[in-house]
């Protein structure tokens, strides 16, 4: 990620919709197989807030954090969190069969050997422990902001099943988020590439207004009441909520 990309980032983290609701989806998943006593693995923390929420949500539980970035891990300290690692995701540095949960959201495009790097995460998993993963959605949405985040791809539902069970997961939920940004994405990425948009032209992350965030938040937290129990067609990000098996 650009350095200076990177300081917006974590300004944006903790009130813009897209991280809100992104934080409100992974709840919503983990709710019904969270319990007293789990450990549970942040991959690609960034700035701590998902953590900060978790241990807030559950007081029970114990929650770690790794990212390649120094000065994300220095943010969660800042914010008082403990068990926080600067760590290259591909290869943790971590006890085999030791957590419960394992999120990564918004992580594995950004490494060059997903496969490699899912394999790794399934040891870090106790027999019968859930990932939880979250990934930028369809080729066709590839757009200067997934440069600027130095992405990798972009995946399809199929492409995310296939990859995780490769990697000895079985998956047990999946489907698509945000899809009422969907078509409107299209149609910009459509814009953009007819009017050739260069990387420095945008940045594509910035504070909207009030009532816009306020909308945002709220169409997306309607639908986010559904994630799990409706598959959407389609959607910027696909998730798949995966789990290792007992033997």
């Excluded at 918004?106 to 859930?130: F, S, V, Y």
């Excluded at 997961?169 to 409107?184: A, C, D, E, Q, R």
């Amino acid at each position: 990620m650009d350095k200076d990309f990177e300081k917006k980032y974590h300004h944006f983290e903790e009130k813009q919709w897209w991280f809100t609701t992104r934080r409100v989806a992974i709840h919503h998943l983990l709710k019904p197989i969270i319990k007293p006593e789990m450990r549970v693995l942040d991959i690609g923390c960034s700035g701590g807030v998902l953590i900060h929420e978790l241990k807030s949500k559950y007081a029970a539980i114990e929650v770690h954090g790794i990212d390649v970035s120094e000065e994300a891990v220095k943010k969660c300290k800042e914010r008082g969190l403990t068990h926080i690692f600067c760590m290259d995701a591909p290869m943790p540095q971590l006890e085999t069969s030791s957590y419960d949960i394992i999120i990564a959201s918004d992580c594995l495009e950004h490494i060059a050997d997903d496969r490699t790097a899912l394999t790794n995460w399934n040891q870090l998993l106790k027999p019968g422990g859930m990932a939880l993963i979250f990934v930028p959605a369809f080729p066709a949405l590839w757009s200067v902001h997934d440069e600027l985040n130095h992405h990798y791809r972009r995946y399809t539902r199929i492409e995310l099943l296939t990859k995780l069970q490769q990697a000895g997961l079985n998956p047990v939920k999946s489907g698509y988020w945000n899809i009422v940004l969907f078509f409107p994405a299209i149609a910009i990425q459509f814009l953009s590439r007819l009017l050739r948009y260069k990387k420095n032209d945008h940045k594509n992350i910035h504070t909207p207004s009030t009532v816009v965030n306020y909308l945002l938040t709220t169409w997306l937290n309607i639908e986010n009441c559904l994630l799990g129990k409706v598959r959407y067609p389609a959607g910027i990000s696909t998730w798949c909520l995966a789990r290792k098996p007992l033997k």
